[in-house]
């Protein structure tokens, strides 16, 4: 079977995504000028951040099966079957919780099923081990050789594919934020951006555990540390995957005040995040902050 090797010239991304000015009081009253880059219009079915962390490791695994790993809810996991679907490989997605084997699928993972995804479902005491030697062999046993990408696709070249979005963004603001999980974004996107300019990440699980996750990222595909950034973990809302009736409130209002599909487990967390930050004086008067749309509802 002759299988593509190129994502981009095949699926057409639209890159560079746009960069749009969200005219938002709460900001405006602080001197602050509030942009939005739209990487949610990258791709219909890889959008945002999926995208940038997704085709590098696609362009390498060449047509080979890729395997990967997520939690019943992954966006990570929906893109990579998307991308099977579209670019005619075959994708096997391990997933956290082996008591799932016995339930329905979730809408996310019946759509990674749908678009052929294999699906097996591991204890949570092997997913924690899930970068160990030996049980990657024995997936390998199971499944035979291929390419592994790890949890939210952040490996070295997925970092390397998100410094393109700093690139992007040079000279375009003082302050780049965005919603963080596994750390491979904002490690990309800090060493992409010029002198001066300061990435921030907004992370969306609990545990504290993200910074050494981007400063060993950053060795991992530049040798080293690469560009200005710096975490806020007060967004969590109680973890991953978790919401709270004031950030779906603060979500709908944010709809209605700029015509912007808000997805609730990443990018509600963000914009909440940077509104509560210019109402606390945290951005200085003058300055231009971006936030990255990096998913849709």
């Known amino acids: ?66 395997l990967t790993f997520g939690g019943a809810y992954s966006n990570h996991l929906r893109a990579t079957a998307a991308a099977g679907r579209l670019l005619g490989f075959p994708t096997i997605g391990v997933v956290r919780g082996d008591e799932l084997a016995d339930r329905p699928l979730n809408p996310s993972l019946a759509r990674c099923a749908a678009d052929g995804m294999t699906l097996r479902f591991v204890d949570r005491a092997t997913y924690r081990a899930k970068s160990d030697p030996e049980v990657l062999a024995g997936l390998r046993r199971s499944f035979g050789e291929c390419f592994v990408v790890p949890e939210g696709g952040s490996n070295a070249l997925a970092v390397r594919g998100c410094a393109v979005l700093g690139r992007e963004l040079r000279g375009r603001a003082d302050v780049v934020a965005v919603a963080c999980g596994t750390g491979g974004t904002l490690a990309g996107l800090a060493a992409g951006l010029a002198p001066g300019q300061r990435a921030l990440g907004v992370p969306v699980l609990r545990g504290g555990f993200l910074g050494d996750a981007v400063r060993e990222l950053q060795r991992e595909a530049f040798g080293g540390p690469s560009g200005a950034w710096s975490l806020d973990g007060r967004f969590h809302f109680g973890g991953y995957a978790r919401t709270t009736s004031e950030l779906h409130a603060f979500a709908d209002d944010f709809e209605q005040r700029h015509a912007l599909p808000v997805e609730r487990l990443y990018v509600a967390k963000l914009l909440f995040a940077l509104t509560t930050l210019a109402e606390e004086g945290a951005l200085p008067a003058g300055a231009t902050v971006v936030a990255v749309v990096t998913g849709r509802p």
């Open 1 to 66: 079977m002759n299988r593509p090797t190129d994502p981009e010239a095949l699926l057409r991304p639209r890159l560079p995504s746009p960069l749009e000015e969200a005219h938002d009081d709460r900001f405006a009253r602080r001197g602050v000028r509030l942009l939005l880059k739209r990487d949610d219009l990258i791709h219909p079915d890889l959008p945002g951040n999926k995208w940038r962390k997704l085709a590098p490791s696609l362009r390498a695994a060449a047509g080979r099966t890729v």
